[in-house]
């Protein structure tokens, strides 16, 4: 690595910032994906900068008991690094942590790591075509590209519930689980029911004295097929790795052929909630609550949850569901609209993510000084999730409209990286010192886009969810159709789609667009189909 620290010229004994050329912020699958893609690509000069002091992302920062993957570990994996030793269809939280420790340690991207870096700011100076990067333990860097690769499941939502300052008990996020907190004999309550709490509820709800869960709206759950991975499996995946490549193959086209029901023919769902409905007659017997926890809105609307437990443990004596709004939170109680005072010794808030606003105010700031919050005041909006106009040389990982409702993650992740691989190729062999997604290819993208959205089962079925972005109804989360497609859109690189700036610092910037581009012609990327 390159990276230096080039001494004070007026010889006060104070630094410039640390200077790279690119700088990758977070160290979850896209960080240390784009990380390794670069080492094995010939680029040397990057820094990863960690505000935890280990890698892992989001399977660092949640570690609540039962937490794991709800896609199947064989494809949720860098299909440049197979892990022959899953012990589950499903992985946990520990091992998918462990997998990514040992990514990091076998590609040789541990010295490209800075721990303890919580990203303050990063601004962009349109003079010497840099961001200047600004860290919470006072470092500062000077990068010519920003990557950040921080996802949207890094910043936990907590609601604004009236109140919730008073709360003398414990009181935590999912995310912040804290495991030395005696859980036995206490009356818990629980906020929410989304992924994390349908994971967690089983595993605590046999512990506590009471459980509250306060549900706002049910999920739809279907029946979870996991199984321990044989030690036959995992010798032959070991020794003929053909095999894996199989299973993780047949595994993608299964999961690939869901988007069909989710973006395509949105009655196709129907038949797939008939097995919700079955697995939630075998697994509630009582009529009231399972009319209690039968969704209102057709299946597929908000994210399918898959689980085996959970809602037999809400049929624990011990556990109560509640479907009044909570209308504020006393000293020791959760008051509800119809009255009801719900003693409490212990807040748990499974509320998910901050995904619409993945960036706070002040964090990123672009051309001429204009905040991303500004930029996104009416929804997120990139080109292919990863490039926007006003921010030169900014390449997001899990951008707007990334996110997967049928697939898994890793495989964007890697679409996305391998862009901004011929990005940063093309940059060089033309000597652009930046590059900046034309607006009207950008617009024109996201119009497609959106459009694509307006017909897809999470815009027409009958529901409100995180997918949809509160201030303006529009869906900023998801990619309207099959993965390979956002494969294919993003295996084109064109400087046509592009503002090229090719002066020196301090001279006038040359506006120029390269007619040349990697794999592919210009604007197919712009025009491609996300069906």
Not at 365 to 386: E, F, K
């Amino acid at each position: 690595m390159n990276a230096r620290t080039p001494h004070d010229a007026a010889g006060h004994g104070a630094f410039a910032p640390i200077e790279t050329d690119i700088a990758i912020i977070g160290t979850g699958f896209a960080g240390l994906g784009m990380a390794i893609r670069l080492r094995q690509s010939g680029f040397t000069d990057f820094i990863v900068a960690e505000k935890a002091e280990s890698v892992g992302g989001t399977w660092r920062d949640n570690h609540y008991p039962g937490c794991a993957c709800d896609v199947q570990s064989h494809v949720y994996s860098f299909s440049f690094a197979p892990n022959p030793r899953w012990t589950r269809m499903f992985a946990r939280q520990p091992e998918i942590r462990a997998y990514l420790e040992e990514c990091t340690r076998r590609f040789g991207v541990e010295r490209h790591l800075r721990f303890g870096h919580e990203l303050v700011s990063a601004i962009y100076d349109d003079t010497h075509h840099r961001w200047q990067l600004r860290f919470a333990n006072g470092q500062q860097w000077s990068a010519r590209v920003l990557i950040p690769a921080m996802g949207g499941l890094s910043r936990a939502a907590i609601p604004d519930i009236p109140g919730i300052e008073r709360f003398k008990g414990k009181a935590f996020h999912s995310q912040h689980w804290d495991h030395a907190y005696p859980l036995e004999g206490k009356r818990v309550a629980v906020i929410g029911t989304g992924a994390s709490a349908i994971q967690f509820v089983p595993q605590i709800a046999s512990r506590v004295a009471h459980l509250d869960v306060f549900q706002r709206t049910p999920p739809w759950i279907m029946p979870k097929a996991d199984r321990a991975v044989r030690p036959f499996e995992q010798w032959l995946f070991r020794h003929v790795p053909f095999t894996q490549k199989i299973m993780r193959s047949a595994l993608y086209c299964m999961l690939e052929s869901r988007a069909l029901g989710f973006a395509i023919h949105p009655s196709l769902m129907k038949t797939a909630q008939k097995v919700a409905e079955r697995h939630l007659r075998r697994q509630v017997p009582d009529p009231e609550l399972r009319a209690t926890l039968t969704p209102n809105y057709t299946m597929g609307c908000k994210r399918i949850l898959i689980s085996n437990d959970y809602l037999p443990a809400l049929s624990r004596a011990n556990v109560t569901v509640t479907t009044s709004a909570i209308e504020r939170i006393d000293e020791d109680a959760v008051i509800t609209s119809d009255g009801v005072r719900h003693p409490v010794d212990c807040l748990i808030f499974g509320t998910g993510f901050q995904v619409a606003d993945p960036f706070a105010r002040g964090v990123v700031r672009g051309r001429d000084d204009v905040d991303i919050v500004d930029t996104w005041r009416d929804g997120a909006h990139a080109y292919l999730g990863t490039a926007l106009p006003g921010y030169p040389n900014f390449f997001m990982i899990v951008g707007p409209n990334t996110g997967l409702g049928h697939n898994s993650m890793v495989f964007m992740i890697e679409s996305q990286v391998e862009y901004i691989l011929r990005a940063l190729k093309t940059m060089r062999s033309e000597r652009a010192e930046a590059i900046e997604v034309r607006p009207q290819v950008e617009r024109a993208y996201n119009e497609k886009i959106q459009h694509k959205l307006g017909r897809a089962i999470w815009s027409t079925g009958g529901c409100k969810s995180w997918y949809l972005d509160p201030r303006t109804g529009r869906n900023t989360t998801l990619w309207p159709g099959f993965a390979y497609k956002f494969r294919q859109a993003t295996s084109i690189f064109s400087m046509d789609d592009y503002f090229a700036f090719t002066s020196a610092p301090g001279t006038t910037n040359a506006h120029t667009a390269s007619p040349h581009s990697v794999h592919g012609s210009a604007q197919a990327a712009a025009s491609a189909d996300v069906t």
